[in-house]
């Protein structure tokens, strides 16, 4: 069975007119039933991940600070929303539902969860909408049970995964790539253990076979036992903020060809959504849909 986690709590009030789209957590949810490629039983309710698992890849002084909401005037600005209760808790779940989709998917191949992919939380900070990053503490957590020895965390957002390879820069058994917009945010990138950057305006062809051609030798040289993949739909040529042309069936295609590369190597994979910024939200809705819909097709649940 495929197993999505998803909380009520991941669609956060923010200001009228800010420009992250919380609400494509409830319409991605929405949507999966509407045209019944789930049931209600597919869907896992995160609980609050506790203080200790979210240091698993986090600094334990700016756990606390984020816990007790302490955080400076300075971070907050960094971080782009806000800081509130709701807020840290909603990032708690995402992060718990991470956790258990990663166990779901060495069960049944693969899993997802509708928010997280918050790649731009570092060690010791938060930066880009992004408080703690969820695929980071779910990997320690499996490395820390001895659920996984060597693990693969494949970004494909817009935006480089540079909290992602600041927290695993000096460890062995998680392997990060990241290909992203060269010119995009962050400014000042990080070094993955594989970082492809793109120029502005790539369309779908050359974005496809440079991602064809990268993928078998990551998973050679890698070997891992398992992947994680951000499937960030920014990349769309209807991006406000991705620079690139990539159509809605290219996005499609690139979601086929890491699933796929998974379930030919029997390596079980958890999918967090990642960004998506497109001028009208249909079209950040339809793009994480279709990566359900190649995932569906491809394990055939």
Same mark, same amino acid.
């Given at each position: ?180 917009? *060269?010119? #995009?945010?962050? !400014? +000042? ?5 594989? @970082? &492809?950057?793109?120029? $502005? ?19 050679? *040289?890698? #070997?891992?036992? !398992? +992947? ?5 739909? @920014? &990349?769309?040529?209807? $991006? ?62």
């Amino acid at each position: 069975m495929l197993k999505i986690a998803y909380h009520n709590a991941y669609i956060h009030p923010l200001r009228e007119g800010h420009r992250f789209p919380m609400i494509k957590y409830e319409l991605i949810h929405g949507q999966l039933l509407y045209e019944g490629l789930v049931e209600k039983e597919n869907f896992v309710e995160p609980q609050l991940a506790d203080f200790e698992t979210c240091c698993l890849a986090h600094d334990r002084q700016y756990v606390s600070r984020l816990f007790e909401l302490t955080l400076d005037e300075r971070m907050v600005r960094r971080i782009g929303f806000p800081l509130s209760e709701s807020l840290v808790d909603r990032e708690r779940l995402i992060l718990d539902g991470t956790i258990r989709t990663a166990l779901s998917a060495q069960r049944y191949g693969i899993a997802f969860n509708i928010a997280g992919g918050t790649h731009h939380a570092g060690f010791d900070y938060g930066e880009g909408f992004c408080l703690m990053n969820d695929q980071a503490v779910a990997a320690r957590y499996l490395l820390n049970r001895g659920a996984a020895r060597r693990i693969l965390i494949i970004d494909l957002d817009v935006h480089q995964g540079n909290g992602t390879a600041h927290i695993f820069k000096e460890d062995p058994d998680v392997f990060t790539f990241s290909m992203h917009g *060269e010119k #995009n945010f962050p !400014f +000042v990138k990080e070094r993955s253990d594989r @970082d &492809i950057a793109l120029p $502005d305006g790539i369309s779908d062809e050359r974005y496809l076979s440079i991602l064809e051609e990268v993928l078998p030798t990551l998973f050679e *040289e890698v #070997n891992p036992d !398992f +992947v994680f993949y951000q499937a960030g739909v @920014d &990349i769309l040529q209807t $991006d406000k903020l991705g620079k690139l042309k990539v159509s809605k069936e290219g996005c499609k295609y690139r979601d086929y060809l890491v699933i796929k590369s998974c379930k030919e190597r029997d390596i079980p994979l958890q999918i967090s959504m990642g960004g998506g910024y497109s001028v009208h939200i249909r079209d950040i809705v339809d793009a994480h849909v279709n990566t359900y819909k190649t995932a569906i097709d491809i394990f055939d649940f």
